[in-house]
């Protein structure tokens, strides 16, 4: 039976959550090539199952298989994607680094890269919808080395229609929530960089039959926000706790239409936000009256997977009860 998520201040993860142990020795497993692609899926599962728990267990409305099967966003899908080869380890910030992919010959689909894994997450989800999560394109060729194409514009562009493929795989298979995740996109927060992420979201999105959204985190978003309300979007998920909220007043002054990623959860920090600290952060956003509270979706700021599992399990309860309370508090029956 499906899930009845409430009618507003729905309550959603971005994707990534901490690593269990299931999912470390089956990456480790298939990066030494001691386990199939197919093994490697069946493997995760009681990981991706302990996820689904904890999600349910603090009443998250819209989950994730919290990405267990992907080491790295990039590197995850240039390693299944034909023309990409290996590369070497870049420095990504502190003590974290990632091997960056090379486009050696243009980009193919080879076949579903992530579908397997949101399928599971279906199957065990009771009813409550699942995300179905990709890197985007304008990210993907980012944090790649290009050796093929030599013209950006050619090879994000490229990257988007190989992608489509993943993202037609999701809506027929019933994915009625696609995420195309862009962090890469606020490091370069330009007028002509937005013209370019619209085309590559515009070859990604159109005709597709599900509700679609982009999440993009940490940068100077507010530079480039008057140019992402034109883009062929449902919602945008932005990171709003690290950054002090200073995102808010742009909202208003660009008036913001679309539905809300609303992150409340700083996925950098131990600490623990209280139920309190929470329902202030979300009333910081109704006081200013841009959006319905039915276009806001609260969620933590990025993905949870530097958190230690317990830590990041009671940000997500108090992250839902403050949002029930909110909803009451509202008039809104759950």
Same mark, same amino acid.
């Given at each position: 039976?499906?899930?009845?998520?409430? $009618?507003?201040?729905?309550?959603?993860? &971005?994707? *990534?959550?901490? =690593?269990?142990?299931?999912?470390?020795?089956?990456?480790?497993?298939?990066? =030494?090539?001691?386990?199939?692609?197919?093994?490697?899926?069946?493997?995760?599962?009681?990981?991706? /199952?302990?996820?689904?728990?904890?999600?349910?267990?603090?009443?998250?409305?819209?989950?994730?298989?919290?990405?267990?099967?992907?080491?790295?966003?990039?590197?995850?899908?240039?390693?299944?994607?034909?023309?990409?080869?290996?590369?070497?380890?870049?420095?990504?910030?502190?003590?974290?680094?990632?091997? @960056?992919?090379?486009?050696?010959?243009?980009?193919?689909?080879?076949?579903?890269?992530?579908?397997?894994?949101?399928?599971?997450?279906?199957?065990? *989800?009771?009813?409550?919808? &699942?995300?179905?999560?990709?890197?985007?394109?304008?990210?993907?060729?980012?944090?790649?080395?290009?050796?093929?194409?030599?013209?950006?514009?050619?090879?994000?562009?490229?990257?988007? /229609?190989?992608?489509? /493929?993943?993202?037609?795989?999701?809506? =027929?298979?019933?994915?009625?929530? &696609?995420?195309?995740?862009?962090?890469?996109?606020?490091?370069?927060?330009?007028?002509?960089?937005?013209?370019?992420? @619209?085309?590559?979201?515009?070859?990604?999105?159109?005709?597709?039959?599900? =509700?679609?959204?982009?999440?993009?985190?940490?940068?100077?978003?507010?530079?480039?926000?008057?140019?992402?309300?034109?883009?062929?979007?449902?919602?945008?998920?932005?990171?709003?706790?690290?950054?002090?909220?200073?995102?808010?007043?742009?909202? $208003?002054?660009? *008036?913001?239409?679309?539905?809300?990623?609303?992150?409340?959860?700083? &996925?950098? *920090?131990?600490?623990?936000?209280?139920?309190?600290?929470?329902?202030?952060?979300?009333?910081?956003?109704?006081?200013?009256?841009?959006?319905?509270?039915? $276009?806001?979706?609260?969620?933590?700021?990025?993905?949870?997977?530097?958190?230690?599992?317990?830590?990041?399990?009671?940000?997500?309860?108090?992250?839902?009860?403050?949002?029930?309370?909110?909803?009451?508090?509202?008039?809104?029956?759950?």
């Amino acid at each position: 039976m499906a899930y009845k998520l409430p $009618k507003a201040l729905v309550t959603t993860v &971005v994707g *990534s959550y901490p =690593k269990m142990p299931e999912a470390l020795d089956a990456i480790r497993r298939r990066k =030494k090539g001691e386990i199939t692609e197919e093994e490697l899926h069946e493997l995760v599962k009681p990981a991706i /199952r302990k996820v689904v728990a904890d999600y349910l267990e603090a009443g998250v409305d819209i989950i994730s298989d919290g990405e267990q099967s992907r080491e790295d966003m990039v590197a995850y899908f240039a390693e299944r994607l034909g023309g990409y080869e290996p590369g070497d380890w870049v420095r990504v910030f502190d003590n974290v680094y990632f091997r @960056k992919p090379i486009a050696v010959s243009k980009l193919s689909y080879k076949g579903p890269m992530a579908v397997m894994d949101w399928e599971y997450t279906v199957s065990i *989800s009771m009813g409550h919808p &699942v995300k179905a999560i990709i890197t985007g394109p304008y990210t993907m060729v980012d944090w790649s080395f290009d050796l093929a194409y030599g013209d950006r514009r050619e090879f994000i562009l490229d990257m988007a /229609r190989v992608l489509r /493929r993943e993202l037609e795989e999701f809506v =027929k298979r019933g994915a009625r929530y &696609v995420q195309v995740d862009e962090p890469a996109f606020s490091t370069r927060p330009y007028p002509e960089e937005a013209e370019l992420l @619209k085309e590559a979201l515009t070859i990604l999105f159109k005709g597709l039959d599900a =509700k679609r959204i982009v999440h993009i985190c940490f940068g100077r978003i507010e530079l480039v926000l008057e140019h992402l309300l034109d883009m062929p979007v449902d919602q945008f998920d932005f990171e709003f706790k690290n950054s002090g909220f200073k995102l808010l007043p742009y909202l $208003k002054e660009y *008036s913001y239409d679309k539905e809300l990623g609303y992150g409340v959860i700083d &996925v950098h *920090s131990l600490r623990v936000e209280s139920v309190d600290e929470i329902k202030k952060d979300i009333e910081r956003l109704l006081k200013l009256d841009i959006i319905p509270p039915e $276009k806001i979706y609260i969620d933590p700021d990025c993905g949870l997977k530097r958190l230690p599992r317990e830590i990041a399990k009671k940000k997500l309860a108090n992250m839902v009860e403050a949002a029930r309370q909110v909803r009451r508090e509202l008039g809104y029956e759950d």
